[in-house]
């Protein structure tokens, strides 16, 4: 299994701009997350999704848009890019069946390290 | 709301030193704790969990955690660290049986001295 993967790794966007970080998981998981990590703040939760067709906001959402349409991927659209979106944004899966011990146990991908100039 | 305090921000160590790491937490109810590690470079990674049972939680590497319910604590322990220990460590928590949100605390980072 590849786990969680995502692309770009690094990506340098002008203000304004807009663009699509994707999210892609083979583990069948339900559980789908996205966070930004600032330095020194730790990780904030921006959206997340409980199945496809299914996403609700975290701590952070303003600025951002996501989509599940399917189990495997959930993309993270940034809309007219701002220098406070500046971050590396991780997604992560859980697979969320109720009463598992390790349903609650996030998996996280790799990272995509975003600037905005 | 549900909150998570790490008050160490930064943590230097020489090697074989005794590590203990805070992590508080602001929930009433029955809650899940978890530490997570992100190496230099690496993504994060699931250290160890707690759900119910014995408070005294073991992990990989040689760390354990003590879930103090009174205290609302979930501190990180580890006898003799090691340089390749070097890396920030985050505490998080949620609400039990929600998988939906995970609150994580803003992270210690651990430099370790050869």
């Known amino acids: 299994n590849a786990g969680v993967t995502q692309t770009p790794k690094f990506r340098i966007l002008k203000i304004g701009q807009s663009m699509t970080l994707q999210c892609a998981q083979d583990?069948?998981?339900?559980?789908m997350y996205w966070y930004r990590q600032d330095p020194g703040m730790g990780l904030k939760l921006i959206y997340y999704?409980?199945?496809?067709?299914?996403?609700d906001k975290g701590e952070v959402p303003n600025g951002y848009n996501v989509s599940r349409s399917t189990t495997e991927d959930f993309p993270l659209r940034l809309e007219l890019a701002a220098p406070s979106q500046t971050s590396v944004y991780f997604c992560?899966?859980?697979?969320?069946?109720?009463?598992?011990?390790?349903?609650?146990?996030?998996?996280f991908g790799p990272g995509t390290r975003l600037t905005v100039t | 709301a549900q909150s998570v305090s790490q008050h160490n921000h930064h943590v230097i160590l020489s090697e074989a030193a005794s590590l203990e790491l805070g992590c508080n937490y602001s929930y009433g109810g029955t809650v899940n704790l978890f530490w997570y590690v992100q190496y230099p470079g690496q993504h994060l990674q699931l250290l160890l969990k707690?759900?119910?049972?014995?408070?005294l939680v073991k992990g990989i590497k040689g760390f354990e955690a003590e879930f103090i319910k009174s205290k609302f604590s979930f501190n990180l322990r580890k006898p003799s660290v090691q340089w390749s220990d070097t890396a920030e460590y985050f505490c998080a928590v949620t609400k039990y049986s929600s998988a939906s949100k995970i609150i994580f605390g803003s992270g210690t980072r651990l430099s370790i001295r050869p």
């Open positions: 707690y759900f119910s049972g014995d408070p």
């Open positions: 583990m069948n998981h339900n559980y």
């Open positions: 992560a899966s859980s697979s969320g069946l109720a009463g598992g011990l390790s349903s609650y146990e996030q998996y």
């Open positions: 999704s409980v199945g496809a067709g299914i996403t």
